[in-house]
T-cell receptor
Framework: DSGVTQTPKHLITATGQRVTLRCSPR?????VYWYQQSLDQGLQFLIH???????AKGNILERFSAQQFPDLHSELNLSSLELGDSALYFC?????????????FGPGTRLLVL | AQSVSQHNHHVILSEAASLELGCNYS??????LFWYVQYPGQHLQLLLK??????LVKGIKGFEAEFIKSKFSFNLRKPSVQWSDTAEYFC???????????FGAGTTVTVRA
């Protein structure tokens, strides 16, 4: 157990819908990262938040957005869902924003868009 | 741009055999290197990491990796695998002033009992 929690574990929804994935970082960690794992793209970095502020964006679609709240939990919002958005979404956390840090991953949310 | 290449897509071996998984990276600067493992149905777990110092790094569960700067490689090894090592293994790179991990495509390792 890494100490990073994610909910829900599984999510099944239809195309065009909107979902919210939730992540709670390890105690004391200020950074939250979101990654997408799909069969065709592999593991891809989506977005990074540090202490409530967006630090960097990776391969994140405009239909996707995220935020980090004052209690440091983060939510990833996926809207206008398409079949291709079906994937495993991981959250990771680390103590700092940049530099020599280790990211610890949560169990992931498996999203299936039908 | 950073890129990570894992040479083997799927490796099948018997218990007690030795394992070596290749990883090469492309990055124009100082890097930090990681190997993560994903057991079936589970999340990514850190096996080992290299930040600086001794290029031979020992991790959990008997795994080790060697950083060879001249070859831009960070290969993972285990002298004698067990059935429980069946998993997917990911090599990842992070620039020293970076924030994100860039992952390789992963290598699926199947260990036959």
């Amino acid at each position: 157990d890494s100490g990073v929690t994610q909910t829900p574990k599984h999510l099944i929804t239809a195309t065009g819908q909107r979902v919210t994935l939730r992540c709670s970082p390890r105690s004391g960690d200020l950074s939250v990262y979101w990654y997408q794992q799909s069969l065709d793209q592999g593991l891809q970095f989506l977005i990074h938040y540090y202490n409530g502020e967006e630090r960097a964006k990776g391969n994140i679609l405009e239909r996707f957005s995220a935020q980090q709240f004052p209690d440091l939990h983060s939510e990833l919002n996926l809207s206008s869902l398409e079949l291709g958005d079906s994937a495993l979404y991981f959250c990771a956390s680390s103590a700092a924003g940049t530099g020599v840090v280790t990211q610890y991953f949560g169990p992931g949310t498996r999203l299936l868009v039908l | 741009a950073q890129s990570v290449s894992q040479h083997n897509h799927h490796v099948i071996l018997s218990e007690a055999a030795s394992l070596e998984l290749g990883c090469n990276y492309s990055y124009g600067g100082t890097v930090n290197l990681f190997w993560y493992v994903q057991y079936p149905g589970q999340h990514l777990q850190l096996l080992l990491k290299y930040f600086s110092g001794d290029p031979l790094v020992k991790g959990i569960k008997g795994f080790e990796a060697e950083f060879i700067k001249s070859k831009f490689s960070f290969n993972l090894r285990k002298p004698s695998v067990q059935w429980s090592d069946t998993a997917e293994y990911f090599c990842a790179v992070m620039g020293s002033n970076d924030y994100k991990l860039s992952f390789g495509a992963g290598t699926t390792v199947t260990v036959r009992a």
